[in-house]
């Protein structure tokens, strides 16, 4: 089976990832909440771009921003889906740790991630996460380590 996962590891391009994104009907309940769409895909660069959009009703706060949880929930997408396509389609990324730092609050609507994987180690893979406002203020920043584990292993 992994033979068969290197093979198509090869042959999916960035456009083919994208595509296999946007046709999937097996989209996690936390994606669709925070209004989760993969938007660009670079495995040269190990590099992701997800647009979400932040509901008011679902995601504010009192104060009428984002709640930081959920921001560090599209953080988290972010890094984890760049995992996901640093490994070919071949390994989830489940996270070890991560720090955030808020810069400015998240308002509800169109928001810009970005994920990209710094290192990937033998056991450990070491990733930046970004998050954008419609505008490109940057509004949090995050790291992350994340223990590869391939899809086999996971399920069991």
Known sequence: M??????EQQTLTDEAILARFHASRNIPPSASTLGFRLTAVSQAERRIEIAFDARADL???????????FVC???DECMSVAGL??????HVVPTLEMKTSFLRPAMP??????????KW??????MEGELYD????????STGTALP??????KK
């Open 85 to 90: 396509i640093t490994s070919g389609m071949t």
């Open 134 to 141: 419609a505008e490109g203020w940057l509004l949090a920043t």
């Open 73 to 75: 929930a599209m953080l």
């Open 2 to 7: 992994s033979d068969i996962a290197s093979e």
């Open 109 to 118: 609507g169109p928001l810009r991630g970005v994920g990209r994987v710094v």
């Open 149 to 154: 584990t391939p899809f086999a292993k996971f």
């Open 59 to 69: 995601l504010a706060n009192p104060m009428g921003q984002i709640q930081g949880g």
């Open 121 to 126: 180690g033998r056991t450990v893979c070491f």
